[in-house]
């Protein structure tokens, strides 16, 4: 066995008349610059030397090749291309085996897509996620996938940025064989009996007939999901060029495609999103702390927040002690819990013994003692501070006292939530978005008291959770309220000037919200905010501009959609502007002596942006929220912001 290395991220060793070429770019072994020479270098070697009869691509760590390097977009490009690489992959002259070793996404598996065949581990990830990163596969991931894999399936993948595991891929024929152990040496044995057959490149099968309207259906389905975005769209028509053009047509209408989109605003972003995404969660100087270990967690409060965290909990592994006030009410908190895992098994999502196995690590008690196993007390009750406080305390005679307690508060201030406790250095906020169990959103209020291994623990439990933890200092509401109670605000007041609430949604919608904001009210219902305002009116600024017309719509017994009339009514269930509404806008608007102005869609949408920066601005200087990009998952996760618009911080950063 010798060794050869051919750039700093690209070496190979030669197993007797095999060059195994490995790539070694961490974190996640993306083709660089250097790597892609590295690559051709190698290629160059193995062309030449008349020892090596066969070439294995694989990579280092658990994964294969993790995409184009995304650093790279926006900066000049670097010969050589991509394209280039794989297209001299698929020409060679010798085998060339994909060794997929872990996850090969976006241009790592359009290499793999290139060589003559591909063997994969179990632990492999495949996809062309490109999509979600506002691109289409820019290196035949759109014409040669289809030639594997047949149209229907090839949209279903690439315009949805669906990644799949081996099985799968295995089952759908993007890989040729599954390997338990030893991929490499299996690859040599492929790669050897490969030499004495002709190969089979990719490019020139042709794509698999298929039934159109099949193919109509996944098509209009994935841009169903799409919801305006363009690069799905573009994915759809380049997978169903592939079909009726050649390699080479559809190649090159490929790369015009892709190096379009990955200029676009839409790309740029979902780029911020991407990068915003792998920053959250990362605490200046908590790096070496170690978080403490939690496998059994306690949820004191089964209601419908509650028993969504519980399956969340379930789902994650732990072993979940639910709490409630008397054996009745424990009992229809096992019966929710368990109701929410039985809709995922009817849905497919869950089979019977993944079930069972929640089920068995669950217990709903009536009596608190229970928590004195736990490792992490969740409380989800009502959101009342003399509640709050009286369960923290009755608390402190329960629990270890390593245990870590985190409060679900929305709006409650958990600083004075802490005070009851006697360790308030074990308080944390762990504020969950409902449907607990399905929302990535979690934010992770750091308090005042916070001990740094508290946060560690509550930062690595939602990672556990799959979810999506944002740290956030103490204020009322937290990131996400905040920034909605401003774009609220702002909303209001435009009403006010001059728009219509269906006007305003009509501009938020055409922006990309899956629901304009009034009827989002009406959905969620007006009757909590109304009991809130009033409860605030004394201790209100009087000065502070105030907009009543919320307040006169409850007044009116316009709660929403559940009563059929809201800041809309819903005949047959149908949003409809309803004058009734207007007119009572119409008197509020006089009552001030307002003379109403018309706005333009693209005025809504730049004040409503406005509105919500500039208080994400008020959070950063108060140092709420750590980092802009933080604000934008926050309203993107949570509150239906459009990830290809970047958020509120990256949009109006760009108008
Ligand atoms: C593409 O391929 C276009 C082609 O069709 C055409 C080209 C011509 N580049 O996610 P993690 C960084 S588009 C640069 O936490 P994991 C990431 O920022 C690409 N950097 O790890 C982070 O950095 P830091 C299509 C990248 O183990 C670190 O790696 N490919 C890239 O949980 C660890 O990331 C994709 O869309 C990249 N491509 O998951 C796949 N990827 O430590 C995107 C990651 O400084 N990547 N980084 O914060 C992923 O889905 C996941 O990273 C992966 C690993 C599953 C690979």
Same mark, same amino acid.
């Given at each position: 066995?010798?060794?050869?290395?051919?750039?700093?991220?690209?070496?190979? *060793?030669?197993?007797? &008349?095999?060059?195994?070429?490995?790539?070694?770019?961490?974190?996640?072994?993306?083709?660089?610059?250097?790597?892609?020479?590295?690559? +051709?270098?190698?290629?160059?070697?193995?062309?030449?030397?008349?020892?090596?009869?066969?070439?294995?691509?694989?990579?280092?760590?658990?994964?294969?090749?993790?995409?184009?390097?995304?650093?790279?977009?926006?900066?000049?490009?670097?010969?050589?291309?991509?394209?280039?690489?794989?297209?001299?992959?698929?020409?060679?002259?010798?085998?060339?085996?994909?060794?997929?070793?872990?996850?090969?996404?976006?241009?790592?598996?359009?290499?793999?897509?290139?060589?003559?065949?591909?063997?994969?581990?179990?632990?492999?990830?495949?996809?062309?996620?490109?999509?979600?990163?506002?691109?289409?596969?820019? #290196?035949?991931?759109?014409?040669?996938?289809?030639?594997?894999?047949?149209?229907?399936?090839?949209?279903?993948?690439?315009?949805?940025?669906?990644?799949?595991?081996?099985?799968?891929?295995?089952?759908?024929?993007?890989?040729?064989?599954?390997?338990?152990? =030893?991929?490499?040496?299996?690859?040599?044995? =492929?790669?050897?009996?490969?030499?004495?057959?002709?190969?089979?490149? *990719?490019?020139?099968?042709?794509?698999?007939?298929?039934?159109?309207?099949?193919?109509?259906?996944?098509?209009?389905?994935?841009?169903?999901?799409?919801?305006?975005?363009?690069?799905?769209?573009?994915?759809?028509?380049?997978?169903?060029? #592939?079909?009726?053009?050649?390699?080479?047509?559809?190649?090159?209408?490929?790369?015009?495609?892709?190096?379009?989109?990955?200029? =676009?605003?839409?790309?740029?972003?979902?780029?911020?999103?991407?990068?915003? @995404?792998?920053?959250?969660?990362?605490?200046?100087?908590? @790096?070496?702390?170690?978080?403490?270990?939690?496998? /059994?967690?306690?949820?004191?409060?089964?209601?419908? +927040?509650?028993?969504?965290?519980?399956?969340? %909990?379930?789902?994650?592994? $732990?072993?979940?002690?639910?709490?409630?006030? /008397?054996?009745? !009410?424990?009992?229809?908190?096992?019966?929710?819990?368990?109701?929410?895992?039985?809709? #995922?098994?009817?849905?497919?999502?869950?089979?019977?013994?993944?079930?069972?196995?929640?089920?068995?690590?669950?217990?709903? !008690?009536?009596?608190?003692?229970?928590?004195?196993?736990?490792?992490?007390?969740?409380?989800?009750?009502?959101?009342?501070?003399?509640?709050?406080?009286?369960?923290?305390?009755?608390?402190?005679?329960?629990?270890?006292?390593?245990?870590?307690?985190?409060?679900?508060?929305? $709006?409650?201030?958990?600083?004075?939530?802490?005070?009851?406790? %006697?360790?308030?250095?074990?308080?944390?906020?762990?504020?969950?978005?409902?449907?607990?169990?399905?929302?990535?959103?979690?934010?992770?209020?750091?308090?005042?008291?916070?001990?740094? &291994?508290?946060?560690?623990?509550?930062?690595?439990? #939602?990672?556990?959770?799959?979810?999506?933890?944002?740290?956030?200092?103490?204020?009322?509401?937290?990131?996400?309220?905040?920034?909605?109670? !401003?774009?609220?605000?702002?909303? @209001?007041?435009?009403?006010?000037?001059?728009?219509?609430?269906?006007?305003?949604?009509?501009?938020?919608?055409?922006?990309?919200?899956?629901?304009?904001?009034?009827?989002?009210?009406?959905?969620?219902?007006?009757?909590?905010?109304?009991?809130?305002?009033?409860?605030?009116?004394? /201790?209100?600024?009087?000065?502070?501009?105030?907009?009543?017309?919320?307040?006169?719509?409850?007044?009116?017994?316009?709660?929403?959609?559940?009563?059929?009339?809201?800041?809309?009514? $819903?005949?047959?269930?149908?949003?409809?502007? &309803?004058?009734?509404?207007?007119?009572?806008?119409?008197?509020?608007?006089?009552?001030? &002596?307002?003379?109403?102005?018309?706005?333009?869609?693209?005025?809504?949408?730049?004040?409503?942006?406005?509105?919500?920066?500039?208080?994400?601005?008020?959070?950063?200087? @108060?140092?709420?929220?750590?980092? !802009?990009?933080?604000?934008?998952?926050?309203?993107?996760?949570?509150?239906?912001?459009?990830?290809?618009?970047?958020?509120? +911080?990256?949009?109006?950063?760009?108008?």
């Amino acid at each position: 066995m010798s060794a050869s290395r051919f750039s700093d991220t690209v070496s190979a *060793t030669l197993t007797d &008349d095999v060059l195994v070429v490995t790539i070694d770019n961490p974190p996640v072994n993306a083709l660089s610059a250097d790597v892609r020479a590295g690559l +051709m270098a190698a290629l160059d070697h193995a062309e030449k030397d008349s020892a090596v009869v066969a070439v294995i691509l694989t990579g280092t760590g658990n994964t294969f090749i993790g995409g184009a390097d995304i650093k790279e977009f926006g900066k000049p490009p670097i010969e050589p291309l991509l394209p280039l690489v794989i297209a001299r992959v698929e020409k060679f002259a010798k085998p060339v085996v994909a060794a997929i070793n872990g996850a090969a996404l976006g241009g790592g598996l359009e290499v793999a897509l290139a060589c003559h065949e591909r063997i994969a581990s179990p632990s492999a990830k495949i996809g062309l996620p490109e999509v979600k990163l506002g691109i289409v596969p820019g #290196a035949g991931g759109t014409q040669r996938l289809p030639r594997l894999i047949g149209t229907v399936a090839a949209i279903e993948l690439i315009a949805n940025g669906r990644i799949v595991l081996a099985n799968e891929a295995d089952k759908l024929g993007i890989i040729d064989s599954l390997i338990e152990n =030893s991929l490499i040496d299996s690859a040599i044995v =492929s790669a050897r009996s490969a030499a004495d057959v002709p190969l089979r490149r *990719t490019g020139t099968l042709p794509v698999p007939p298929g039934s159109q309207e099949a193919v109509d259906k996944a098509a209009a389905e994935a841009l169903r999901k799409a919801r305006g975005q363009r690069a799905p769209a573009e994915a759809v028509r380049l997978v169903r060029l #592939a079909a009726t053009a050649s390699l080479a047509e559809g190649l090159a209408e490929e790369r015009r495609t892709f190096v379009t989109l990955r200029d =676009s605003d839409e790309a740029a972003a979902l780029r911020h999103v991407f990068f915003a @995404e792998r920053a959250a969660g990362k605490v200046d100087g908590l @790096e070496k702390v170690s978080p403490r270990k939690i496998e /059994t967690v306690g949820i004191v409060g089964t209601g419908l +927040m509650g028993s969504g965290i519980a399956v969340a %909990a379930l789902n994650a592994g $732990y072993s979940v002690i639910g709490i409630e006030q /008397t054996r009745e !009410a424990a009992d229809k908190g096992r019966e929710r819990i368990a109701g929410i895992l039985d809709k #995922a098994v009817q849905s497919g999502r869950l089979d019977t013994a993944g079930r069972d196995d929640r089920l068995s690590r669950l217990t709903v !008690a009536a009596d608190a003692a229970e928590l004195a196993q736990a490792d992490l007390v969740i409380e989800a009750v009502f959101d009342d501070l003399t509640v709050k406080t009286e369960l923290f305390q009755r608390l402190d005679g329960i629990l270890r006292t390593d245990a870590i307690l985190a409060t679900n508060t929305s $709006y409650l201030d958990p600083d004075a939530i802490t005070t009851a406790t %006697a360790h308030p250095k074990r308080v944390v906020g762990l504020h969950f978005f409902s449907p607990a169990n399905i929302m990535r959103l979690l934010e992770v209020v750091n308090c005042k008291r916070t001990a740094p &291994d508290v946060l560690a623990s509550a930062l690595a439990f #939602a990672k556990r959770l799959g979810k999506l933890p944002i740290v956030c200092g103490v204020t009322e509401g937290f990131i996400g309220n905040r920034i909605f109670s !401003a774009y609220r605000r702002e909303a @209001e007041f435009m009403v006010e000037d001059g728009a219509l609430p269906h006007e305003i949604d009509a501009a938020l919608e055409v922006y990309g919200f899956p629901m304009g904001l009034f009827a989002v009210y009406d959905m969620a219902g007006l009757e909590i905010a109304w009991a809130r305002r009033k409860r605030q009116a004394a /201790t209100r600024d009087p000065a502070a501009r105030y907009v009543v017309i919320a307040d006169r719509l409850c007044e009116a017994g316009r709660f929403g959609q559940k009563v059929g009339r809201g800041w809309y009514s $819903y005949p047959d269930g149908k949003r409809t502007v &309803d004058a009734e509404v207007t007119a009572l806008i119409k008197a509020a608007r006089a009552e001030k &002596d307002i003379t109403p102005k018309s706005f333009t869609a693209d005025e809504i949408v730049t004040r409503l942006l406005k509105a919500m920066a500039d208080e994400g601005d008020a959070l950063l200087a @108060e140092g709420i929220a750590a980092r !802009a990009s933080d604000i934008d998952l926050v309203m993107i996760n949570g509150y239906g912001f459009p990830p290809h618009k970047g958020g509120p +911080m990256f949009a109006a950063g760009r108008r």
